[in-house]
């Protein structure tokens, strides 16, 4: 240790030297002129990476950040100095292709942000084949004015290469052992700056990059550049993983279990067995639609009119991942978490599930899925059947016309009214059933407002005139925003569930069947636009400032907490009943499957979520990037700060127990997995050969 603080010691009064001598002998100026290209590329790609930094995490801490400017530019400094190994002429070329090579790092974390929240992953990469089907969603809403400005560094490199070339500073000639001392030098100070950032590090710091499950929190501490190198290895991993490692994680896996509490039966233990099952995927449905009205006129009727007459659970979590609704479908059928890396529907639809459709078929149920999209759309072609389905209805087995497709593809209403039919004809044949019906047209980008049918977002007032005339005003108010395209979008999807309600009721599916209706995840949308729901200042078309006594406050906790989506059971005797009333406990989309299974008398003894009415008010919802949520409670990791929900403190101890829980089912979920540990015929053998591969 005393070693290593001399020789720190040593380098800081070489460094104040060198300073000296760079200030007495004016050999900035002379450095800049003979390096411009070196500098350009380097400032760019800096600037480049904390503008996304600041487009994208808002907060005093990142705003403040050092630490990932360092990590940055020595990673482009050394990328930089490389390039004096090559001659002046050849340079522009080098700088000009890592320029871009970084410049499409930025932009496409800044698009890849806006939709999901959430940084790029390598490991999504398959899923390019997909990007036709929502490319309209790219464009047309999240394609912004701040995606353009990374490309500031090729158009600069471009324009200085353009000046210098009228220079002749090209002709000049430098002998290969100058170019190799000002390689060595230029790296050198790309690898001091690297060291430099390394001692801002701590052991949580290098526990999250190796974990790599809170994203943001890696970009914040270093940076886009490492974060993206990191990814490509977190990317290759799983396949290493799944050959080696395996017999560590199956020991984490037998204790988790063997430390977990069995479920206990209670009220509502078997209270549906043997009843059919209809689940309806509700695409981008949100709880709070629930309660908003325009002009008299609710968003969602239906829906509330279900909730009402049902069981409505009102604080419902969907904690996604890169993977959206195919990780809302993987919890909700598996109650497991979505994978660290990648998506289990893409990158693991061969692994073994225990999840409902496959436990319900070993009860005598015949189990099917239906979804008007293209079959391959995240993989479900393939992971429908791993899930346990007997059959998937997918676009291919729809009527789909130019006159009944809306966004991605059928509307809601012909596909509802499409697959009514053929349950009809599977409840002929089958005594009991359950089934998957997947929402499509309430998808971003919400644009085809002409086909939603009428429901204005505005504000229609009756005015009386100083003559005693009245008339109607009208206010914008959310006409024109993407919010407001949503809600009417919501709307026309609320209407085809109804439709729906009442076809299932003609044909007589409803007398033996529960009705789950889920919201898959939120809309995505900004937190601008709800500021303008909320704060809306008719006289003056704009909003409230943060000074008038009427704003309302919804920062970034409101906004997160504001993603809930709802869960619905219902059946048609459950009205007035003691079942038909509003569930409030903190849930998640993982316990859906423990919860609904001690309803209809399956069990999967490897759960990782609760039975909500075992838990009750103890449960805690944690997300993909570590934060977690109690009754009490909204822990935010990346901040290392909560917000109390019922005015009440929690102590440190409490904290570091929760902390302890999200990483521990985080990493139990993510090995379950990737290491296939429910797979029944892991054998010895295999074991053993993974042995053997370790050791060679």
Not at 36 to 52: G, R
Not at 125 to 141: C, H, R
Not at 621 to 645: A, C, H, I, R
């Amino acid at each position: 240790m005393k070693n290593i603080k001399n020789s720190w010691n040593r380098l800081v009064e070489s460094l104040k030297k060198n300073l000296k001598r760079i200030k007495k002998e004016h050999l900035i100026r002379e450095y800049a002129q003979n390096n411009v290209l070196f500098l350009v590329f380097v400032i760019t790609c800096v600037i480049n990476s904390t503008m996304l930094r600041l487009f994208c995490i808002k907060s005093t801490e990142n705003y403040l950040a050092i630490a990932p400017i360092l990590a940055d530019l020595a990673i482009v400094t050394v990328v930089g100095g490389l390039g004096y190994l090559l001659k002046p002429k050849n340079r522009f070329g080098y700088y000009l292709g890592f320029s871009i090579f970084f410049t499409a790092i930025c932009l496409i974390n800044s698009i890849y942000y806006t939709y999901y929240t959430s940084f790029a992953s390598v490991s999504m990469l398959s899923l390019t084949q997909y990007v036709g089907d929502v490319g309209d969603a790219v464009v047309g809403q999240v394609m912004q004015f701040k995606d353009f400005l990374y490309l500031i560094g090729p158009i600069a490199l471009i324009l200085v290469n353009s000046k210098l070339k009228k220079k002749n500073y090209y002709k000049k000639v430098e002998i290969k052992s100058e170019r190799k001392k000002k390689t060595i030098k230029t790296v050198s100070v790309g690898a001091v700056i690297a060291l430099i950032f390394l001692f801002t590090l701590t052991p949580t710091d290098i526990s999250r990059l190796i974990k790599q499950w809170n994203r943001e929190y890696i970009v914040m501490k270093y940076g886009i550049y490492i974060y993206q190198a990191n990814d490509v290895i977190a990317s290759i991993q799983p396949k290493i993983n799944s050959l080696f490692g395996y017999d560590q994680a199956k020991k984490n896996f037998n204790d988790y279990f063997t430390d977990t509490e069995k479920h206990q039966d209670n009220e509502y233990t078997n209270i549906f067995e043997g009843k059919n099952v209809i689940v309806i995927h509700g695409e981008s449905l949100q709880t709070n639609l629930m309660d908003l009205s325009f002009n008299g006129e609710e968003v969602t009727p239906n829906l509330n009119k279900l909730a009402s007459e049902g069981m409505f659970f009102s604080n419902f979590y969907s904690p996604v991942s890169v993977g959206t609704s195919s990780d809302a479908e993987l919890m909700f059928n598996t109650s497991l978490l979505p994978t660290q890396s990648g998506t289990a529907f893409v990158s693991y639809s061969d692994r073994t599930y225990n999840a409902t459709p496959g436990l319900l078929k070993e009860k005598g149920y015949y189990t099917f899925s239906m979804h008007g999209n293209n079959a391959d759309f995240w993989n479900r072609r393939n992971m429908h059947k791993s899930l346990g389905y007997d059959r998937f209805y997918s676009k291919e087995d729809y009527d789909v016309t130019e006159e009944n497709t809306v966004g991605l593809g059928i509307n809601d209403y012909a596909f509802f009214n499409q697959s009514v039919d053929k349950i009809t004809k599977i409840a002929e044949k089958h005594d009991k059933w359950y089934g998957l019906l997947m929402m499509l047209s309430n998808h971003t980008p919400f644009a085809e407002v002409d086909k939603y049918g009428d429901f204005p977002v505005d504000i229609k007032e009756t005015v009386t005139n100083p003559d005693g005339t009245t008339e109607e005003v009208s206010y914008p108010y959310m006409e024109g925003t993407k919010l407001g395209n949503y809600f009417k979008s919501a709307h026309y999807a609320d209407g085809a569930i109804g439709e729906l309600m009442e076809r299932l009721d003609e044909e007589g599916l409803l007398e033996n069947t529960v009705v789950v209706i889920y919201g898959d995840h939120d809309a995505k949308l900004p937190r601008s636009d709800y500021n303008r729901l909320y704060n809306y200042d008719k006289q003056t078309d704009s909003t409230l400032d943060e000074d008038d006594p009427n704003h309302k406050e919804y920062d970034s906790y409101q906004y997160e907490l504001g993603r809930k989506v709802p869960l619905i059971i219902w059946t048609k005797d459950m009205k007035g009943t003691k079942l038909n009333k509003e569930y409030t406990n903190v849930m998640s989309m993982y316990d859906v499957e423990p919860t609904l299974g001690n309803m209809f008398g399956y069990s999967n003894e490897y759960a990782l979520g609760h039975d909500i009415f075992d838990i009750k008010d103890e449960n805690i919802v944690v997300f993909p990037n570590g934060n977690w949520l109690t009754n009490d409670v909204y822990y935010n990791s990346q901040k290392g700060e909560y917000l109390s929900l019922n005015n009440q403190a929690i102590s440190e101890e409490e904290i570091e127990k929760n902390n302890e829980y999200a990483t521990k089912l985080l990493d139990i979920s993510n090995e379950i997995i990737v290491f296939d540990l429910l797979k029944e015929d892991q054998t010895d053998e295999n074991r053993v050969i993974e042995t053997q591969q370790k050791g060679t």
